[in-house]
């Protein structure tokens, strides 16, 4: 799966399919078994091509075009958050940091006094 920006949609797939083209002859030489190659490319702004329905109706069970897209949407929307906040933060003087920070909770520090 990948999610490239919308205009290089196509040229995604058909770099995929080229990509994993070596490993479906391995596999067919190796272990004689039929496959096929499914590259499932989805833009940035959820725009899919035009093969993506077609193939996708080959694999059996359950899936959603729909919520792949809003992954894809969601993902996005996230990454230009994280940008803009850094970017924010740096004029605002802020540190430049670009991934939060854990967020386990830290244990507390005890500590025995003695008084005397």
């Known amino acids: 799966m990948a999610i490239p920006s919308d205009r290089n949609v196509v040229q995604k797939e058909a770099e995929r399919k080229l990509k994993y083209k070596s490993l479906y002859i391995e596999i067919k030489r190796k272990w ?12 940035t702004t959820g725009i899919v091509t035009r093969s993506l329905r077609k193939n996708l109706e080959t694999v059996p069970g359950k899936y959603s075009i729909d919520s792949l897209q809003k992954t894809a949407i969601h993902g996005t929307s996230h990454i230009i958050r ?4 850094c970017e ?12 939060k920070r854990s967020t386990r909770k830290k244990r507390p520090v005890t500590r025995d006094i003695h008084i005397v």
């Open 32 to 43: 004689d078994l039929k496959c096929t190659i499914i590259p499932v490319i989805i833009g």
């Open 82 to 85: 994280k940008v803009l906040q």
């Open 88 to 99: 924010a933060g740096s004029v605002s003087g802020g540190d430049h940091r670009w991934f």
